[in-house]
């Protein structure tokens, strides 16, 4: 699989924060006190993303969110 | 959303970023009406009407004071009345259940200040009425930020709006600023999301500092099931901004 790009902003858990918001069912599920402790990450247009949550990924890539392109070309894959 | 009755403390009522509140309005009215043609013929024994289609929305407030302090309602409404047929429209937000994430809110397009009158009468202080007519369309929507002053970047991810499911239709995004100052940049966005994991950009409005201010934004294609509001703010300051969406 190539890396990952975004096409619009994105914003996301940090890796290290993904498993509390699973587990609360979502960013807006989560309590006060878990809120403060979780980091979000913000992706601007046209960087890399390729620790984007796996749970959100083929929706994102699907309505043309995130891209998928070549390592080497940096092209979006047809 | 709350259900059930709302009083006069859950007006909401801005144009192209006044807060028309502010002017101590005493009754505000939206009023959309649908054109019905007279189909009844020959045979039948009773009257019938069937909708042609066409529907014309008014939108009304009355009893304001008429106050010529800056942003209120002399600044907001003088020189607002058409005088050339390249006018520029006016953006206008209204709501009757108050200022809550999720709540009803109804935006317009094309808006003119049609009548602005102003009273004045022995025994009151002087008023002004307004009648707002409508040449393009209602978007009845939600509101995702309600009118709040902001000193830093913020979003509303912990309290998104929920549709149940995702739409196909587009949308139409509506932002009021009533306040600003200090800030060299402000960018208000519309984010949406499937999962509640992951938000992207919806939409973006202007960066603009300039309050007040207001814009309406149009968008196609899915709307994901959850919607945020976002605010990128640029510098030190502060900016009091108001912002709804309407799904296709």
């Given at each position: 699989?190539?890396?990952?790009?975004?096409?619009?902003?994105?914003?996301?858990?940090?890796?290290?924060?993904?498993?509390?918001?699973?587990?609360?069912?979502?960013?807006?599920?989560?309590?006060?006190?878990?809120?403060?402790k979780?980091?979000?990450?913000?992706?601007?247009?046209?960087?890399?993303?390729?620790?984007?949550?796996?749970?959100s990924?083929?929706?994102?890539?699907?309505?043309?969110?995130?891209?998928?392109?070549?390592?080497?070309?940096?092209?979006?894959?047809? | 959303?709350?259900?059930?009755?709302?009083?006069?403390?859950?007006?909401?009522?801005?144009?192209?970023?006044?807060n028309?509140?502010?002017?101590?309005?005493?009754?505000?009215?939206?009023?959309?009406?649908?054109q019905?043609?007279?189909?009844?013929?020959?045979?039948?024994?009773?009257?019938?009407?069937?909708?042609?289609?066409?529907?014309?929305?008014?939108?009304?407030?009355?009893?304001?004071?008429?106050?010529?302090?800056?942003?209120?309602?002399?600044?907001?409404?003088?020189?607002?009345v058409?005088?050339?047929?390249?006018?520029?429209?006016?953006?206008?937000?209204?709501g009757?259940?108050?200022?809550?994430?999720?709540?009803?809110?109804?935006?317009?397009?094309?808006?003119?200040s049609?009548?602005?009158?102003?009273?004045?009468?022995?025994?009151?202080?002087?008023?002004?009425?307004?009648?707002?007519?409508?040449?393009?369309?209602?978007?009845?929507?939600?509101?995702?930020?309600?009118l709040?002053?902001?000193?830093?970047s913020?979003?509303?991810t912990?309290?998104?709006?929920?549709?149940?499911?995702?739409?196909?239709?587009?949308?139409?995004?509506?932002?009021?600023?009533?306040?600003a100052?200090?800030?060299?940049?402000?960018?208000?966005?519309?984010?949406?999301?499937?999962?509640?994991?992951?938000?992207?950009?919806?939409?973006?409005?202007?960066?603009?500092?300039?309050?007040?201010?207001?814009?309406?934004?149009?968008v196609?294609?899915?709307?994901?099931?959850?919607?945020?509001?976002?605010?990128?703010?640029?510098?030190?300051?502060?900016?009091?901004?108001?912002?709804?969406?309407?799904?296709?």
């Amino acid at each position: 699989m190539g890396k990952l790009r975004a096409t619009v902003d994105l914003v996301y858990p940090t890796p290290a924060s993904l498993k509390v918001v699973l587990a609360a069912g979502g960013i807006s599920k989560l309590t006060p006190e878990q809120r403060a402790k979780v980091s979000l990450k913000t992706v601007k247009a046209g960087k890399f993303c390729d620790d984007l949550p796996a749970e959100s990924r083929d929706a994102l890539i699907k309505r043309g969110a995130v891209e998928e392109v070549t390592a080497r070309s940096g092209k979006a894959k047809a | 959303m709350a259900v059930g009755k709302f009083g006069p403390a859950s007006g909401v009522f801005l144009v192209d970023g006044y807060n028309m509140l502010s002017n101590k309005i005493t009754a505000m009215r939206e009023k959309a009406t649908s054109q019905l043609t007279d189909t009844t013929g020959i045979g039948d024994t009773f009257y019938e009407t069937a909708p042609t289609g066409l529907t014309s929305v008014e939108v009304t407030q009355e009893g304001a004071f008429f106050d010529t302090t800056a942003n209120y309602s002399h600044a907001a409404l003088s020189g607002s009345v058409p005088s050339s047929p390249q006018a520029t429209a006016r953006v206008l937000c209204v709501g009757f259940a108050g200022q809550t994430v999720g709540y009803p809110m109804v935006g317009f397009q094309g808006t003119y200040s049609q009548d602005y009158e102003v009273v004045a009468e022995m025994g009151n202080l002087q008023k002004a009425n307004v009648t707002y007519a409508m040449t393009g369309q209602r978007d009845a929507g939600v509101i995702l930020q309600p009118l709040a002053a902001q000193t830093d970047s913020w979003d509303t991810t912990s309290t998104p709006v929920d549709n149940s499911a995702s739409t196909s239709d587009g949308g139409v995004g509506y932002i009021q600023c009533t306040a600003a100052s200090g800030f060299s940049g402000f960018v208000g966005k519309v984010r949406h999301s499937s999962d509640d994991v992951t938000y992207s950009d919806l939409l973006s409005f202007t960066d603009d500092v300039s309050a007040p201010f207001a814009e309406r934004v149009t968008v196609s294609g899915t709307v994901n099931r959850y919607l945020s509001f976002t605010g990128i703010i640029t510098g030190t300051g502060s900016i009091t901004v108001f912002c709804g969406f309407s799904r296709g």
